[in-house]
């Protein structure tokens, strides 16, 4: 008896855990670093600059930008910020397990444009609201 409680509760942890797609907790990071004003400035895709160019993902692609576009900031920012790393590690592992089923996977990261940190930010915002609603 004691088997089948431990393989029905697996399944049950399983089927929970096939739909996630940490919305609450990708909003609350994106906000916090969408407040942070030093993010903000223009993306010159010719010129050598402090500034990122992230990748505004195609529909379909918005998990394998999204690894990308957190990871150019880990790289490029010289600061070890643990918001943006979370956030990284959390795109990672919702791409790597295929957690999220809403947001159809992709492991290259497509894109027609590139836009600064906010446009970036705003990217995972208006996706992750959308998810929510």
Request: net charge positive; hydrophobic share 35%.
């Amino acid at each position: 008896a004691s088997m089948l409680s431990y393989i029905l509760f697996s399944c049950l942890l399983l089927s929970v855990q096939a739909e996630y797609c940490g919305v609450r907790e990708i909003i609350r990071y994106t906000e916090r670093l969408f407040d942070d004003s030093s993010l903000s400035c223009p993306c010159k895709q010719a010129a050598v600059s402090s500034c990122s160019c992230l990748p505004i993902p195609e529909r379909g692609h918005e998990l394998a930008c999204f690894v990308d576009g957190t990871k150019h900031l880990l790289e490029n920012n010289n600061s070890s910020n643990p918001v943006i790393t979370r956030l990284y590690w959390t795109f990672q592992a919702l791409l790597d397990r295929n957690l999220c089923k809403r947001l159809a996977h992709g492991n290259q990261c497509q894109y027609k444009t590139k836009g600064n940190v906010k446009e970036f930010l705003k990217t995972i915002l208006t996706t992750y609201q959308e998810i929510n609603k």
